[in-house]
RNA sequence: GGGCGCGUAGCUCAAUGGUAGAGCACUGGCCUUUUAAGCCAUUGGUUGAGAGUUCGAGCCUCUCCGCGCUCACCA
C-alpha cells in the first residue's frame, strides 16, 4: 500500500471532489487538433499571410501537462507541455465563467493531464497564446512532479531555476526525470536515430538482420562471466548470451553471406560509468571480406551514423574535439606500445620475458598473466588514455584472442582491430577464424588458460565446431558497443545517461 | 571487492557540538494580459537507518543502506 504524504493527500481530495461535481478526473477519450509546436507554427504563419489585417480566427484543441499556473483573481495564465513543446494558456472568467475558473483554480495542479479548446491568439507580451473557452481534466496527477520552478520567457525559452538534479532520483524514475527534464527525451530521441542510422546502413549494403538466442545452453563469444537460469520443465540451466558470435558464424556456414544482429547482450560483471551489466551490441558478420575492409566499412559506418544524426562529423566530448573523417588514424598495437612504453613486445615472446620488461615501467601487471594478458595491461594502461581521435589499433596478441585468425608468418599475433575513441573501446573486429582444426585447439588452449577460474573458462561448443567443419567462408567480423556510441554522440560521461533505466542496487522499499 | 566523498522539507540548497532554516512548490486570502507574476498569512522534518560519546549530535565515533568519483575486475 502506498504511503501518502501530506501534498498527494491534498490531490487524492481533489479527485474526490472532482468525482462528487461529476467530473471523472481519469477519462477514457482525449481529443486534440494540434500539438503545441503546430499550433504556434500554424497561427505564425497565418499571421505572415495577413500582414498588417488581422489574422482569420484560428481554432485549436490541445492536451498537455500542466507545467505552470499563474492564476490573477478572475483571470488565469497557465502553460502546458506536450511531446514537442509548450504553450501557454489563457483562461478568463468573462468567457468561460466564474465557476468554471474557480474549478480550474481549486483542482487543477501542475503535473495534471488536460485538454483546452479555443484559439490562438497573441498577448500583449506577444506571447502566441490559446484564449480558453473549455477545458477538461485528462489525468490527475496524485503525487506532485519532482520539478522546481521555469520561467518561460514570451519568446518561447524557458529558463530553468532549479531542477531534478540527483542522479540517483533521475535513473530509478526515469519517467519523472523524462517528465521534468526536456533535454533528456532528446538524448533518448537521438539514440533511437543512432540505431536507426546504423540498421540502414548495414540495410543499404545488403547484411540481413537476423535473431539468435538469447537463452543459450553453451555461452561465447566473449570472455566474461554469465547470468545463469534454468528451464524448469526442460531441469536444463541456461545461460544468458555475453555475445552474438557463434551463432551468427553458424549463418555464414549456411551461405547467409552477410547477416547482423542488434540487441542486449548481459555479463555478470563490474558496473561503472561504461560498463551495464545488459548493454546493447551490434555484431555483424561479412563473408569474403577481412579486418581491413571491416576496417574501412567501420569508419564509414561510424561517420555515416554521425552524419545522419548530428548532420556534422565533428563531435564536441567532454571537452574534446573529436573528428569522425575518414580515414582515421591506423596505429599498429606493437607500434603504439614501444612509443607509450618504449618496450617492442615482438623482442618478448615470452610472458616471463615481458614481464621482467614491465616491472622497469613502475606499474606492476599481475605476475600470473599471460603474454597476451600483459600485452592488453600495457594497452590499457599506457596506450588507451592517449587515443582521443578515433584511433584503429590493429595486430592482437593471439592467445586473448581465440576466434580471430593468425597472421600469415607471425604465430604470436591475429588478424584483429579494435577502435579507440576519447580514450574508450568503441568496437572489436577481426578477420574471423574458420579452420574447425586450429579452433578446436584454440577452444583446448583457453580451456587450459584459465581453468584456474572456474567461471571465465571458454566451454567447448561442439556443435560450432560441428557447423565449422561443413565449411565456413573466409569473412570479417564485428562488434560494437552500442550504448558507447551514444554516449559519444550525445557527449555524455556515463552509460547510465544513455540508458532509459540503468541498472541500479535495490533498495529497501523495492 | 578496495579507497575517497555525499545523503537535511516534494525540488534546489543553508545551518561553530547549543531552539533545524531559505527560495520555489503546497494551503488560505487579495488581484481581469501574466512570464520563477506580485502582495499578505500559514503549513511542511524520524536531518538515509541503527548504535555510541556528550549535560546536549544534522555536525564527533562505529555499523549498515543507497548514490557519486576512483582503483581493481572486464577478449
New binding site residues.
Partial sequence: MAEY???EK??LA?IEALRAAGIEPFPHRAERTHTSTQAIASFEKAEKEAGQAAPAEMKATLAGRLR????????T???IEDGDGRI?L?L???DIG?DKLELF???F??GDFIQAAGFI???????V?L?VQDFRMLSKAV????????????DGQV?R????????????QRYADLA?NPEVRQVFRRRAAIIRALRQFLDERGFLEVETPILQPIY??????PFVTHHNQLKQDLYLRI?F?LYLKRLLVGNLERVYEMGRDF?N???????NPEFTQLEFYWAYADYLQVMELTEQMVAYVAEKVLGTLRVTYQGHELDFTPPWRRLEMRQGLKETTGIDIAAHPTAESLFEALKKTG?M??PR?TR??LI??ML??FLEPTLIQPTFLYNYPRD????AKSKPGDPLTVERF?AYVAGF?LC?AFTELNDPLDQES?FLE?GRD?AA?DE?K?PMDDDYLRAMRYGMPPNGGF?MGVDRLAMLLTDK??I?DVLLF???????EN
Fill in positions: 504524504t501530506s501534498l491534498i490531490r481533489k505552470a499556473v499563474r492564476p490573477m483573481g478572475k483571470v495564465f497557465a502553460h501557454q489563457f478568463r472568467a468573462n466564474e483554480n481549486r483542482t495542479d501542475l491568439f497573441r498577448t500583449r507580451t506577444g506571447e497564446t484564449h503525487s506532485p512532479l519532482p520539478a522546481a520552478k521555469d520561467e518561460a520567457t514570451s529558463i531555476h532549479a531542477a531534478l538534479e540527483d542522479p540517483e532520483l533521475r535513473a530509478r521534468v561465447g563469444g566473449a570472455a566474461a562471466k555475445s558470435e555479463r560483471e563490474g558496473v561503472s560509468y561504461k560498463h606499474k601487471p599481475d598473466a597476451g594478458k592488453d595491461f590499457s594502461e586473448i584472442s581465440p576466434l579494435e573501446e572489436n584454440r583457453m584459465y577460474e571465465e571458454h562488434g560521461h556515463s547510465r540503468p541498472h541500479l542496487r535495490e533498495t529497501k
